[in-house]
């Protein structure tokens, strides 16, 4: 399992990421591409009304991609193919603006230390790091700038209405 | 002009702490070239032919005497003393040591300045009129909604990795453009409609391998608006322009592949989700902004006092350059400078740390400590009084910097070409001072009238060869270096992207392929008919024909 840095801090990462269904397991906790999810929508429906299955979108994907009942996911994964691939921002920022959402927004894929203040700012809370060397020293990398100019998931107000 | 508040300091200074950590961890061999590689972009950094190449952000062109003698002891103590003025306002140093870069940016951080997103797939440092606020043509200054859209495009946290580059430029004078607003990713103009100001708005221009002039996407946005429009626009655009493939990563693309409509239907729906929301512009940071850009304390003034007018009479170098290099000002009595950074023999836009000095000392002693940078590669006094027009001129001949060629074929806009870069296919440096050397007689320059000249190195298109009413490119053909030459391009409101007019040629016979295509122009003006215009009432073939007569 890649090291999970979630509110900050390690912790332990306890969701299994499935990107096909032939990975795909009878229990446990997973997050399924909206793929697998369709494809198995029986019987992972009950499990997301349960709020025991996550749901990851690829970066070619949007929020009106997710299936009904999304918001009970505890776990929304946004995949990213290459850390150079700014797409999962913008869905980051769209599920934290335009749904009711309010579950754990996970960073999973190409997701490198000098990454992690942009994307918490987009409303991501846990990372999953390409580079296990580098969990020990995600924790200094939020507090990067005391300041911004934009509202962002950290701070309601742009710097015009403060 | 804009001074920073404790806040914007605080950001810059913490982005160089950000910077030197970051370079301590490539150094360290704990970050990998590739992902290093957007760091150091988007902090100004390149890796060029020779060494590094530094761009630093002169926001909209304008800055200040402090921040000019900060950049010569830059240039004196990490390069080689000299600095070069880019087609988009900014500076750039080309030899600076990687391992001294987060000190350079300490540097500038010390008198408001940085280098932050002057290059990478982000969006760059807004460009604007350098007549900006002096100008009796615009509508009112742009600066302060060039100011707003710096803020928030600064650190914007979605869009750090867009496709591809994103550049915006802003006139407040649609009926002379000075600023290239059609070949910009954006392109906004301040307009007045219904006796309302807001903002007309254009998407998907742009140069490099595939030039577009940008169609209309909005014709009005109110004022308040302006930051929500531009949000959704690049949000769009970050979601949907291509990533498979750079060459076709542009927002020009994207517009062009889905269609004009199609890309506004889009614009229009996400931004009906986000016009009433936190992005509306309140008017008290409208006037927060625009606080700092007030006039300058001005004198009351009448225009052409007696000791201009009495030199203008008896010099007839003077009255050469004051017709050509001095533009009116909105103020009576008061006149912009443009210092001509297009002297034969220096690659153009270039000045040495000592002559950054001398313009600071005469913007203090004359312009109100002001200095702009224009994307054409000059400079600019904004502020001039008339009657100080004469000493002002002195001082320009005895440093060089009084050629009166401003407009005319020998200001030729042209890249550091093979000279420098890595991209280059051919030089373009030595091509515009061959093509200087051979049109140098400038009352012979004055009579061909306004006439832009520009050359690229390559295809990506720096020296804005695509909108020169003579665009020259460099090219390889089989290891030689070779020139195409285009006409009829123009970066004004009415842009358009040059022809190309055939099999390119040899560096040696560029000017005299020059000179053939001025003696058509000649046979063919009528009388004061600047050369865009015959080109565009005669067309190709008469040029064509005499270019390539000899290979008949």
Same mark, same amino acid.
């Given at each position: 399992m890649p090291k999970l840095i979630k509110n900050r801090k390690l912790q332990d990462n306890e969701w299994k990421l499935v990107?096909? &269904?032939? &990975?795909? &397991?009878?229990?446990?906790?997973q997050i399924v591409t909206i793929d697998v999810y369709q494809a198995h929508e029986a019987e992972l429906k009950d499990k997301l009304a349960r709020a025991e299955l996550g749901l990851l979108l690829k970066?070619?994907?949007?929020?009106?991609d997710l299936p009904q009942g999304? &918001?009970?996911?505890p776990v929304i994964a946004i995949d990213?193919?290459?850390?150079?691939?700014?797409r999962g921002y913008s869905i980051a920022r769209d599920l934290l603006r335009y749904t009711s959402f309010k579950g754990e927004l996970r960073a999973v894929g190409d997701v490198l230390l000098d990454q992690l203040h942009s994307m918490e700012r987009c409303g991501f809370s846990a990372f999953e790091l390409v580079?296990?060397?580098d969990a020990s020293k995600a924790?200094?990398?939020?507090?990067?700038?005391?300041?911004?100019y934009q509202r962002d998931a950290l701070q309601e107000k742009p710097v015009y209405q403060r | 002009m804009y001074q920073y508040n404790e806040f914007d300091q605080r950001i810059i200074n913490e982005r160089v702490a950000q910077y030197r950590e970051q370079t301590e961890r490539f150094l360290a061999g704990e970050i990998s070239p590739d992902q290093f590689l957007p760091i150091r972009l988007q902090n100004g950094l390149y890796i060029q032919r020779h060494a590094p190449m530094f761009r630093i952000a002169v926001p909209y062109g304008t800055l200040n005497t402090k921040q000019l003698r900060k950049l010569a002891s830059i240039s004196r103590n990490y390069d080689k003393g000299y600095i070069h003025v880019t087609t988009r306002q900014n500076f750039q140093l080309n030899w600076p040591a990687l391992e001294h870069v987060p000190d350079i940016l300490e540097e500038l951080a010390s008198v408001q300045m940085h280098a932050v997103?002057?290059?990478?797939?982000c969006i760059r440092n807004t460009t604007s009129d350098q007549f900006a606020g002096v100008s009796?043509?615009?509508?009112?200054?742009?600066r302060p909604y060039c100011e707003i859209i710096r803020q928030w495009s600064t650190f914007h946290s979605e869009f750090h990795f867009l496709p591809r580059k994103f550049k915006i430029a802003v006139s407040a004078a649609k009926n002379n453009d000075?600023?290239?607003?059609?070949?910009?990713?954006i392109g906004v103009y301040l307009v007045e409609k219904n006796g309302k100001r807001g903002f007309e708005i254009y998407a998907g221009g742009g140069l490099g391998r595939t030039p577009v002039v940008s169609p209309l996407i909005h014709d009005f946005i109110e004022k308040e608006d302006l930051i929500s429009y531009l949000e959704a626009i690049v949000r769009i655009y970050n979601k949907l322009?291509?990533?498979?493939n750079k060459f076709k990563a542009r927002i020009k693309i994207l517009v062009r592949s889905m269609g004009v409509e199609k890309f506004k239907a889009l614009v229009d729906e996400e931004w009906e989700r986000t016009k009433?929301?936190? @992005?509306?512009?309140?008017q008290a940071e409208f006037d927060r902004i625009s606080a700092f850009f007030k006039d300058p304390e001005y004198k009351v003034l009448s225009d052409d006092p007696s000791i201009l007018t009495d030199t203008l009479a008896s010099n007839p170098d003077f009255k050469r350059w004051h017709r050509q290099n001095v533009f009116p000002h909105k103020k009576p009595g008061y006149a912009a400078v443009v210092i001509s950074l297009?002297?034969?023999?220096?690659?153009?836009g270039d000045l040495s740390d000592f002559e950054l000095e001398s313009i600071a000392d005469l913007a203090d002693e004359f312009s109100f400590g002001e200095i702009r940078n224009t994307h054409d590669q000059n400079m600019v @006094?904004?502020?001039?009084?008339q009657s100080a027009l004469p000493k002002v001129w002195e001082k320009l001949v005895l440093l060089g910097?009084?050629?009166?060629?401003?407009? @005319? %074929?020998?200001d030729i806009i042209c890249c550091p070409g093979g000279d420098y870069c890595? @991209?280059?296919?051919?030089?373009?440096i030595p091509i515009a001072e061959q093509i200087q050397r051979r049109f140098d007689d400038l009352d012979y320059l004055y009579d061909l009238g306004p006439l832009n000249l520009n050359i690229s190195g390559? %295809?990506?298109?720096c020296g804005h060869h695509h909108v020169g009413h003579i665009g020259i490119l460099g090219v390889d053909k089989k290891g030689s270096e070779f020139y195409q030459v285009s006409l009829g391009?123009?970066?004004?409101?009415d842009a358009s992207l040059g022809d190309i007019i055939g099999p390119s040629f040899n560096a040696d016979e560029v000017s005299d392929v020059i000179e053939k295509i001025i003696d058509v122009f000649l046979e063919n003006?009528?009388?004061?008919?600047?050369f865009l215009y015959t080109y565009r009432r005669i067309g190709m073939d008469p040029f064509k024909e005499a270019v390539y007569a000899k290979a008949h």
């Open positions: 990107r096909d &269904e032939s &990975e795909l &397991e009878q229990s446990g906790k970066s070619d994907q949007g929020i009106d999304f &918001e009970s996911a990213f193919p290459a850390f150079t691939d700014g580079d296990a060397a924790e200094k990398c939020f507090d990067v700038f005391s300041e911004k | 997103q002057t290059s990478g797939n009796s043509e615009e509508l009112e200054d742009p000075r600023a290239a607003v059609r070949v910009h990713d322009g291509r990533r498979d009433d929301s936190e @992005l509306k512009i309140p297009k002297k034969t023999g220096v690659a153009p @006094l904004p502020y001039v009084e910097f009084a050629t009166a060629n401003i407009g @005319l %074929m020998s890595s @991209l280059a296919n051919a030089k373009s390559c %295809m990506n298109a391009g123009s970066s004004k409101e003006r009528t009388e004061g008919e600047p």
